[in-house]
């Protein structure tokens, strides 16, 4: 599996996320911080990237366009500092993979 991480996504989690081997790039290695939403799905989109938010910006476009694609992740955590969303990533992603 491929992830592309919003800019809402710590950088200290994607390297934590590419440190334990997942294939992990965040939105600003790849794009302006300014890029729309509907762009950033489209990315994801076409390079078979599966997005992780912590937002439901992208939930609404997806439903509202009725789009089946890109898959998402969108993280709703009370505490949500890199390391314990990394941790929680860390024990979903192998479960969501299968």
Known sequence: MRFLANMNISPLTVERLRGQGWDILRV?????????????????RTEGRVLVSQGLDFSKILALEEQTSPSL??????????????????????????
């Open 28 to 44: 600003s290695e790849i794009l302006p911080v300014s890029t729309p939403d509907n762009l950033v799905l489209e990315v994801a």
């Open 73 to 98: 992740i969108t993280i709703r955590m009370t505490i949500c500092d890199p390391g314990s969303i990394a941790e929680r990533l860390l024990r979903v992603l192998p479960v969501v993979r299968e």
